[in-house]
Each structure stands twice: as structure tokens, then as C-alpha cells.
T-cell receptor, first 111, second 116 residues
Framework: LAKTTQPISMDSYEGQEVNITCSHN???????ITWYQQFPSQGPRFIIQ???TKVTNEVASLFIPADRKSSTLSLPRVSLSDTAVYYC????????????FGKGTRLHILP | GAVVSQHPSWVICKSGTSVKIECRSL??????MFWYRQFPKQSLMLMAT?????????EQGVEKDKFLINHASLTLSTLTVTSAHPEDSSFYIC????????????FGQGTRLTVV
């Protein structure tokens, strides 16, 4: 199971673009990179998943360099409601593959 | 999208009693489900892997006799906290992947357990 390292916390302002980087030096060939968002007293919510290069959806973009040893979640024009903990997870997509959480990044959006 | 539902959302119980938490995959089948525990300001900690039709696999340090897991069908796993104590008070979350498509994991809304 590849271990991930993220900044413990980040602050930003409404309307700004926020980039959260995650290091996963031991990522395996079959591993995907997945980001989740968690609000207090709620279960994590899927944001985006990728294997390589760039993935974009209606919520975020995920940038993955060629060596895949890191990834960056990009949130465009954040709002106060984006204040949450963001987790970067690395693992196989098999149904029985354990999902191990790191410490996550506590993002605080200021007005 | 795929939904995982937990019940109850919160529960308060007396010390020494047992509490059962249900986790259902509403529109997909899951041969494997995962149970987590989360304390305030901390990350999710994997407790066990629930396997349909077989015994659960527990992480190191998690007492299997205290946290009973049953995965009787492809859409339902239950976690029973037996002889609960105040230190078992926590936020319990389940997760599951669609066995057919192996897409991203979906998480339940969590269950807040308070033992008094």
C-alpha cells in the first residue's frame, strides 16, 4: 500500500484557485490516485480519480506527472463551502483492495 | 450515482449494551465492505474488511470479539459494538465498491456512537 504525504493544513480565500499536492513515492503500477472530501460528521465524498496526466471533472482537476510520484488536486475558484478535509489515496481499483487514509489536508477558506 | 447508506446516523447507548450499525449498498452489489472509525480531528482508521459469505478480516489492534461484523448479503454489512464503553464513542463509517465495475469507493454518511 503506497503511503501518501500531504500538507496538514492550508488556508485560502474565496475565489482563489487552490492546489493541494500529495506525494506518493512508492506508488505501484496498478495504483490509481483518488481524492476525497470530508465535511465534519459526514462520510468522505469522492472528488476525482486518475492514473496519469490530467483529469478534469465539474468539480476539480487532477494533475499527475509522468513519474506518478506525486499528484496535485486543483480546486478552481473556491468558496466558503469548500472548507473541508481533503484526502489523497493511492491504491488498486479492485473491490477488495484496502482503502487506507492518510492524515489529509485541512483546507480553510476565508471570506 | 452509487449510494452507500448507514443506519442509524447517531445512537446513544448505555455502557455494557450492544449497538448494531447497518451499512447498505443501495444500487450495487459489494462483495467487500470496509468499516472505519474516526475520532475528532483525526483521519479515518480502518477497522476491518467485511467479506460477503466469509469471516471479516480485522486490522491489527482491533478486537474481533468486540466489533462483530456480519456480511450476510451482497448489499448489507453490519457492525455490532458489543459491551460498549465510553471509549468506544466515535464516528463509524462504512465503505464499499461496486464489485462489478470496481470504480471508486463510496462511503456511508457515518454513525455517531455515544456511550454513556
Amino acid at each position: 500500500l503506497a503511503k501518501t504525504t500531504q500538507p496538514i493544513s492550508m488556508d485560502s480565500y474565496e475565489g482563489q484557485e487552490v492546489n493541494i499536492t500529495c506525494s506518493h513515492n512508492n506508488i505501484a503500477t496498478n495504483d490509481y490516485i483518488t481524492w476525497y472530501q470530508q465535511f465534519p460528521s459526514q462520510g468522505p465524498r469522492f472528488i476525482i480519480q486518475g492514473y496519469k496526466t490530467k483529469v478534469t471533472n465539474e468539480v476539480a482537476s487532477l494533475f499527475i506527472p509522468a513519474d506518478r510520484k506525486s499528484s496535485t488536486l486543483s480546486l478552481p475558484r473556491v468558496s466558503l463551502s469548500d472548507t473541508a478535509v481533503y484526502y489523497c489515496l493511492v491504491g488498486d481499483k479492485r473491490g477488495d483492495d484496502k482503502i487506507i487514509f492518510g492524515k489529509g489536508t485541512r483546507l480553510h477558506i476565508l471570506p | 450515482g452509487a449510494v452507500v447508506s448507514q443506519h442509524p446516523s447517531w445512537v446513544i447507548c448505555k455502557s455494557g449494551t450492544s449497538v448494531k450499525i447497518e451499512c447498505r449498498s443501495l444500487d450495487f452489489q459489494a462483495t467487500t465492505m470496509f468499516w472505519y472509525r474516526q475520532f475528532p480531528k483525526q483521519s479515518l482508521m480502518l477497522m476491518a474488511t467485511s467479506n460477503e459469505g466469509s469471516k471479516a478480516t480485522y486490522e491489527q489492534g482491533v478486537e474481533k470479539d468486540k466489533f462483530l461484523i456480519n456480511h450476510a448479503s451482497l448489499t448489507l454489512s453490519t457492525l455490532t459494538v458489543t459491551s460498549a464503553h465510553p471509549e468506544d464513542s466515535s464516528f463509524y463509517i462504512c465503505s464499499a465498491r461496486d464489485s462489478a465495475t470496481n470504480t471508486e469507493a463510496f462511503f456511508g454518511q457515518g454513525t455517531r456512537l455515544t456511550v454513556v
